[in-house]
């Protein structure tokens, strides 16, 4: 079985309007603008970075960048007896719950064409339908699912519901390593399990599918490795982003300990919205470290915004592997093209009421989206 490895930067969540590094602590200003007693607890971290305006008298300092904030915030408290930790693991986790969406299901019958919309937004975010559902093809290809639409009877009659299957014999294994707190991939794959139902064979008592961050667990059926190397907002897990990334709880040591292990079995690892920051010496390093034990890796590939090509210089002066390739391109666009390859793969029930689809077009989407870009016949964002 090949082993893919996804790792996953704030670029892959930013497409919902998730904040990155340089607009953080502007969306955490509009927050506190809308509601001011919700979120006094901003005020702090706000006074904190009017008073290092001092700072910038002698040394540059962007403190519009959450990254920089943080660090001198961080400092402060390694140094003195000032002690801010928790606020900003607070602050952090209150503002990306903000931005990220919720998903609900639909209140109206089940459409003929329900596999083009197989995650529904709420009412404030419809907007967002489209997008969401290009996330939520990526995660039921993630775990390898086959979907069909089934007739089902209860005291007012008939009704049609989505049923999902586990592929127990995929050709390919998916695992997750990401910087991101949010909770996006946790609450599709929520929705999914809450809303859908598991077929189960006859017989046989299968696990349903679920993240798994066991790193001494070995790949299971129905499960996806999922590494989360900055921690998660449920249960606040944070680590900030600051000069201080060493220090880190056991959780955390936990998710790294299993990133690299899946970088060490990886055959293809694909880097999607990371922009390889130049300071990033940890992730460098973890990949440098696992490569030592790297059992058959095939290929590296990276997806990411660049507007001024230092993404690319950036990966570039890093990677020396041949077997690799760089695309200034937008995550919604590769989302989208895996959307639409594997919605044109459904089939047809004999009798022609429902429809079945085999989610298991991510490889095809995926080599077709770099070709296609390396060609210029399809349209990137930088």
């Known amino acids: 079985m090949e082993k893919v490895v996804y790792i996953l930067g704030a670029g892959f969540s930013a497409p919902f309007g998730l904040p990155v590094i340089s607009d953080f602590y502007i969306k955490s200003k509009d927050m506190y603008v809308s509601d001011p007693t919700k979120y006094k607890h901003f005020e702090e971290l706000f006074e904190s970075v009017d008073a290092m305006h001092k700072a910038n008298a002698y040394f540059k300092t962007d403190l519009f960048n959450i990254e920089e904030i943080l660090s ?57 339908s489209g997008l969401i559902n290009y996330y939520g093809y990526f995660i039921v290809n ?80 129905g ?10 907002i449920k249960p606040n897990t944070i680590v900030p982003p600051t000069w201080n990334k060493g220090s880190a709880p056991e959780v955390i040591i936990g998710a790294r300990k299993l ?7 990886a055959n293809y690892i694909r880097i999607l919205g990371y922009s390889m920051d130049s300071l990033d010496a940890y992730m460098r390093y973890l990949l440098k470290t ?21 993404v690319k210089n950036r990966y570039e002066n890093f990677i020396a592997f041949k077997n690799n390739r760089f695309l200034r391109a ?16 459904k089939v047809r029930h004999p009798e022609g009421r429902s429809w079945t689809v085999n989610f298991d077009k991510l490889e095809m989407a995926h080599e077709e989206f770099m070709t296609r870009a390396n060609t210029n016949n399809l349209q990137l964002i930088p």
């Open 223 to 232: 499960t996806v490795k999922l590494a989360k190397l900055h921690g998660s």
């Open 72 to 128: 001198i915030m961080e400092m402060q408290e390694h140094l003195t007896e000032k002690r801010n930790a928790e606020s900003i693991r607070r602050y952090i986790a209150d503002v990306i719950e903000y931005y990220t969406p919720s998903f609900v299901p639909r209140r109206s019958a089940l459409p003929s064409n329900w596999y083009d919309s197989i995650i529904w937004a709420d009412s404030q975010r419809a907007e967002r």
């Open 290 to 310: 696992s490569v030592l034990s790297s059992q058959h890796l095939k290929r590296i590939d990276a997806i990411c915004r660049d507007s001024t090509g230092d």
């Open 330 to 345: 937008d995550i919604e666009s590769y989302l989208k093209l895996n959307c639409e390859i594997n919605k044109e793969a």
């Open 142 to 221: 993630l775990f390898n699912l086959r979907m069909n639409d089934i007739m089902l009877t209860s005291g007012t009659g008939n009704f049609h519901k989505i049923e999902y299957e586990i592929n127990t014999n995929p050709k390919i294994s998916y695992s997750i390593i990401t910087f991101n707190y949010d909770l996006v991939l946790e609450n599709l794959l929520e929705f999914i399990k809450v809303n859908y139902l598991k077929k189960n064979k006859p017989g046989v008592d299968s696990p349903d599918i679920s993240f798994a961050s066991n790193d001494n667990a070995s790949i299971s059926i």
């Open 259 to 265: 990133a690299k292990k899946l970088l060490e079995e």
